[in-house]
């Protein structure tokens, strides 16, 4: 039987895009490609897929990838002068060969260190030097962690504001069996309804139409259960205060080109993310922000 072991190996992808592969050897996979930083994959020991990839996903710069986990910055949803996720998630990324010192326990090599800095275009649009590092990392049980470290080098004293968001698309059954936990009563921004304040006394969010929901304040810990597969996703985050619960629904999805007519059905975002109150970084300063994935069984699910 052959052993599985970590692997962590730079290969291409769709459309000849350079991506790095991870292995654990509990069984646990993942990919990001270097276009965007963007994870497009996480499957389990079983090779099921657990996040959501677009049907009509375009692997195609300057297009972005809908679906895995984007990596919105330095803005997002469409309030500012940039694009609407800002622009990180169109550029092609580096591998980071001199990563400043950052503890991962020993056991724990199947990780890759994205870098991205300022291009000349970017700073037509947003004037400022930054460097954003992204950790992706595959633990031992299959977790799948992100850590975003960016520091602003503005050599001309200037401090820099963003929004920041892990746009995750987690992959479901079927959206009827589906509920996010962890967020009840607590007060959200309605993108549906002029980001006008509300809150809801009900108990989990379920999906019945569109929902695109900011939410402020968040507790680190949010749960996706899925009934059907009998499997939670448990999200917890650091640095992020806010978490943003989007599903489009069917007249918003047909709208959309690169997502297909049925896709919204098996699919939730949950974001950890900065978006209320935007973080500002004086230079020299790195903000970090994480984000870890994990798949139990629900406990939820009795037959
Ligand atoms: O989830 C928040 C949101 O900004 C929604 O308003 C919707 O636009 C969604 O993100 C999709 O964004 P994307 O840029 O991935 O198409």
Redesign the pocket.
């Known amino acids: 039987m052959s052993m599985k072991k970590v692997v962590v190996e730079q290969c291409k992808g769709i459309n000849d895009l350079d991506k790095i592969v991870l292995r654990v050897a509990c069984g646990f996979f993942a990919q990001v490609y270097l276009y965007g930083g963007q994870v497009t994959s996480w499957k389990n020991d079983h090779g099921e897929e657990l996040l959501f990839m677009s049907s009509n996903a375009i692997f195609e710069p300057p297009k972005?990838i809908?679906g895995g986990i984007?990596i919105?910055f330095p803005q997002?949803?469409?309030d500012g002068s940039l694009e609407?996720?800002g622009f990180v998630r169109n550029k092609i990324w580096s591998i980071d060969t001199d990563p400043p010192p950052f503890p991962t326990n020993n056991s724990n090599k199947a990780f890759v260190d994205l870098i991205l800095k300022q291009s000349e275009e970017d700073m037509k649009t947003w004037p400022h030097f930054y460097e954003f590092r992204l950790r992706v990392n595959l633990s031992p049980s299959g977790d799948l962690i992100l850590t975003s470290r960016i520091r602003n080098t503005n050599s001309n004293g200037k401090p820099f504001s963003f929004n920041f968001?892990y746009?995750t698309h987690f992959s479901v059954s079927d959206n009827s069996y589906v509920r996010v936990e962890g967020l009840e009563t607590l007060y959200y921004l309605d993108?549906l309804k002029d980001k006008e304040l509300f809150t809801d006394q009900g108990d989990a969010i379920t999906f019945e139409s569109e929902v695109?929901k900011?939410y402020v304040s968040t507790p680190t810990k949010i749960a996706i259960l899925d009934h059907e597969k009998k499997q939670t996703f448990i999200l917890r985050k650091e640095g992020l205060p806010d978490a943003?619960?989007?599903n489009?629904w069917d007249r918003k999805a047909k709208s959309?080109p690169d997502?297909g007519n049925d896709d919204y059905n098996h699919m939730v975002?949950v974001?950890a993310a900065a978006v209320e109150k935007p973080i500002t970084l004086k230079p020299g300063h790195e903000w970090k922000g994480t984000q870890v994935l994990c798949l139990v069984p629900s406990s939820y699910c009795s037959d």
Do not use: T, Y
Request: with cysteine; aromatic share 10%; net charge negative.
């Open positions: 972005n809908r984007s919105c997002f949803s469409s609407q996720q968001a746009h993108n695109d900011i943003v619960v989007w489009p959309i997502l975002c974001d």
